[in-house]
């Protein structure tokens, strides 16, 4: 199975800019579709974006749209996620999965979830 590690996580302030990475190992074939997650204390873990697996379709969820962006390096197999005009209200870990079936918009339809890395944003 694939191995997936988040990185990039820090403390920012409102407004700024942060590229959070997933570095995926342990496949002899290339990736399949990905997606970035979001859990903050206490909520729900919540969709941030999709990529297909050539990087042709990406989708996003409305707490975002406009302002991160979700990209993947097949040759490298690390995907991207960069956040612009970052606010308080994206405070949470954010983590990275696989694919495998159902609706890409739910967790339960994704995979070999990374250990997360966090992201604070301060006002």
């Known amino acids: 199975q694939v191995q997936l590690v988040e990185s990039g996580g820090g403390l920012v302030q409102a407004g700024d800019s942060l590229s959070l990475s997933c570095a995926a190992s342990?496949?002899?074939?290339?990736?399949?579709?990905m997606a970035w997650f979001r859990q903050a204390p206490g909520k729900e873990r919540e969709f941030v974006g999709y990529?297909?697996?050539?990087?042709?379709?990406?989708t996003y969820g409305d707490s975002v749209k406009g302002r991160f962006t979700v990209s993947r390096d097949n040759t490298k197999k690390t995907l991207y996620l960069q956040m612009n005009s970052l606010k308080p209200e994206d405070t949470a870990v954010y983590y990275c999965?696989?694919?495998?079936?159902?609706?890409?918009?739910?967790?339960?339809?994704?995979?070999?979830w990374g250990q997360g890395t966090q992201v604070t944003v301060s006002s």
């Open positions: 999965a696989s694919y495998v079936s159902g609706s890409t918009f739910y967790s339960s339809s994704y995979r070999n």
């Open positions: 342990g496949r002899s074939v290339g990736i399949g579709a």
């Open positions: 990529i297909s697996q050539s990087g042709g379709t990406t």
